[in-house]
């Protein structure tokens, strides 16, 4: 079965800072690779995904990920945070055997101080 | 409304109760998920429906939890006998397509924040 690290638990930036979130996560076949984010008092939506293809992807709000296929890593980043960017973001992956599940990582939550 | 809908937001329930939670998906969505998201963690997938066929219940964590999506469309999660460890917030996800091919990306409900006392 598959599995999902998310090393960050908790992360406070000031405005403009750069933000790299990890995820690492476990499977030895093929994957698609996704980040959602959660902001207060909503529900999760989708930010960015992988399924083939170039490995640096680029989803909304300016954020963008990486999948590096021999660190089985797949790091969010954004160059400048806004204060707007507060919210919780969650790696998930979905195994191709599996269907349409999601296994996700146990979520970062980002704080920016305005 | 256009996207997934559950109800009720929140629950409390006294240990023991029995509780219903309810999830619309959005119209002509084929499956439908649901997931257990406990306190400070990430979601966790309980069961899965294509139509009102339940393919996968791996998830589910007792035999208390039972779920059921008898027509096709709206899909009821019930929990008998809670537990204080039930309290989480559960999700529930819709699918357009069947598995298959592509991967078909899932649209998330704002879920229901369930407390056992």
């Known amino acids: 079965a598959q599995s999902v690290s998310q090393h960050n638990h908790h992360v406070i930036l000031s405005e403009a800072a750069s933000l790299e979130l990890g995820c690492n996560y476990s499977?030895?076949?093929?994957?698609?690779l996704f980040w959602y984010v959660q902001y207060p008092g909503q529900h999760l939506q989708l930010l960015l995904k992988?399924?083939?293809?170039?490995?640096l992807v680029k989803g909304i709000k300016g954020f963008e990920a990486e999948f590096i296929k021999s660190k089985f890593s797949f790091n969010l980043r954004k160059p400048s945070v806004q204060w707007s960017d507060t919210a919780e973001y969650f790696c998930?992956?979905?195994?191709?055997?599996?269907?349409?599940?999601?296994?996700f990582g146990g979520g970062t939550r980002l704080m920016v101080k305005p | 409304g256009a996207g997934v809908s559950q109800s009720p937001r929140y629950k409390v329930a006294k240990r023991g109760q029995d509780v219903a939670l309810r999830c619309d998906p959005i119209s002509g969505h084929v499956s439908l998920f649901w997931y257990q998201q406990a306190l400070g963690q990430g979601p966790e997938f309980l069961t899965y429906?294509?139509?009102?066929?339940?393919?996968?219940k791996s998830g589910l964590p007792s035999d208390r939890f039972f779920a059921e999506r008898p027509e096709g469309s709206v899909s009821t999660l019930k929990i008998q006998r809670t537990q204080q460890e039930d309290s989480a917030v559960y999700l529930c996800a819709s699918v357009l397509a069947a598995p298959g091919g592509s991967y078909n990306e899932q649209f998330f409900g704002p879920g229901t924040r369930l407390t056992v006392l």
């Open positions: 992988y399924f083939s293809g170039d490995p």
């Open positions: 429906f294509q139509n009102e066929a339940q393919l996968d």
């Open positions: 499977y030895g076949g093929t994957v698609n």
């Open positions: 998930a992956v979905n195994a191709l055997n599996a269907g349409n599940m999601l296994t």
